[in-house]
C-alpha cells in the first residue's frame, strides 16, 4: 500500500511563512514528479508548484517568488516553503506523487495526499 501523509498547515497571518512536507510511504516505490495543487472555498482545484525527480521546477505566476518546491529522494518526501503569504493563498493543500512500482511493471499511479488547511488571516 501506498500513503502519502502531510503535515505543517496552520494559521498565519498576512506576510507570514509556512513549510509543508508530504512524505510517501510504501514496498519497493520509484517516486517520480511531485507536485502540490490547493483548492480554496468555492474554487476549483489549481496546481500550485511541480518539482521533477531531476530538481525541474514549476509555478503557477501567482506564486512565483514567494513558494519554493524541494524534494528529499532519500526520504521519498516534497517540502513547499510558503513566505509572504496572503489571503489569498488560503485553501486546502494537496500532494500529489507519480509513482511506479518496478515489480508491477511500467505504469504509472497518481496518489494524493489527505490535505492540509492553510489559512492566512489578520
Known amino acids: 500500500q501506498v500513503q502519502l501523509v502531510e503535515s505543517g498547515g496552520g494559521f498565519v497571518q498576512p506576510g507570514g511563512s509556512l513549510k509543508l512536507s508530504c512524505a510517501a510511504s510504501?514496498?519497493?516505490?520509484?517516486?517520480?514528479?511531485m507536485s502540490w495543487f490547493r483548492r480554496a472555498p468555492g474554487s476549483e482545484r489549481e496546481l500550485v508548484a511541480r518539482?521533477?525527480?531531476?530538481?525541474?521546477?514549476l509555478y503557477r505566476d501567482s506564486v512565483k517568488g514567494r513558494f519554493t518546491i524541494s524534494r528529499d529522494n532519500a526520504k521519498n518526501t516534497v517540502y513547499l516553503q510558503m513566505n509572504s503569504l496572503k489571503p489569498e493563498d488560503t485553501a486546502v493543500y494537496y500532494c500529489k506523487a507519480v509513482i511506479t512500482i518496478p515489480l508491477m511493471g511500467d505504469r504509472l499511479y497518481d496518489y494524493w495526499g489527505q490535505g492540509t488547511q492553510v489559512t492566512v488571516s489578520s
Open positions: 518539482i521533477t525527480v531531476g530538481g525541474t521546477t
Open positions: 510504501g514496498n519497493n516505490l520509484n517516486v517520480n514528479a
